[in-house]
């Protein structure tokens, strides 16, 4: 399956500042996903990033607060803006594995593990 | 549209003993089930997936889990703890079909008592 790098690990961010999470796949990928992880939440899904389209973020995203790039079939970049502490939280990414049964298997990378003061 | 209920977010289990964390989900549609495991300050990664076919399906590190339509379950059980088994376990659910959107559980983290 692919590897996926991501970056920063983590950070600690003033409230009002912006953030850009990176993600490396090591292999090219149609779909990636980007994730928050909330302590006691389920995983939320931000938005589907596909190559050569605008991403589709999902109720309660959008993309002034949560811009997405795709410049290519190995890269994305999440951009958390004018951060609140209500955006501390892990920030995942993933990517979708093909399988014979064509379930939508995911890799994820560690995650980005955002506090903000 | 899906949903996924854990029951528990944490367990403990003696090493050694029965492992079962239980997983409920409601899904409008044949459902695709998954559980994923998450080691910490790692990603998560797919311990088993069933899709169609035998209800059983076996998973990675002895796990498994059974898929019940009438109970809309899908439990994971292993029948014998071991210490390297602590950590937070998700279930997951799509719709049937390619490239579904996956919707998760709140996760439950299992403690492993030596």
């Known amino acids: 399956s692919a590897v996926i790098s991501q970056k920063p690990s983590r950070d600690i961010c003033q409230r009002g500042t912006s953030l850009t999470i990176q993600c490396q796949v090591d292999?090219?990928?149609?779909?990636m996903f980007w994730y928050r992880q909330q302590p006691g939440q389920s995983l939320t899904l931000i938005a589907t990033a596909n190559q050569g389209s605008e991403a589709t973020y999902e109720s309660g995203f959008v993309i002034d607060k949560f811009p997405i790039s795709r410049p290519n079939l190995t890269f994305s970049t999440l951009t958390v803006s004018n951060m609140s502490p209500e955006d501390s939280s892990i920030y995942l990414c993933s990517v979708a594995r093909d399988t014979d049964s064509g379930a939508n298997v995911l890799t994820f990378g560690a995650g980005s593990r955002l506090t903000v003061l | 549209a899906q949903s996924v209920t854990q029951l528990g977010s944490h367990v403990s289990v003696s090493e050694g003993a029965l492992v079962l964390l239980r997983c409920n989900y409601s899904s409008s549609v044949p459902p695709y089930l998954f559980w994923y495991v998450q080691y910490p300050n790692q990603g998560l990664q797919l311990l088993l997936k069933y899709t169609t076919g035998a209800t059983l399906v076996k998973g990675i590190n002895g796990f498994e889990a059974e898929f019940k339509k009438s109970e809309t379950s899908f439990h994971l059980t292993k029948p014998s703890a071991h210490m390297s088994d602590a950590a937070e376990y998700f279930c997951?659910?799509?719709?049937?079909?390619?490239?579904?959107?996956?919707?998760f559980g709140t996760g439950t983290k299992l403690q492993v008592i030596p």
């Open positions: 997951a659910v799509s719709a049937s079909g390619g490239y579904q959107k996956v919707t």
């Open positions: 292999s090219q990928v149609t779909m």
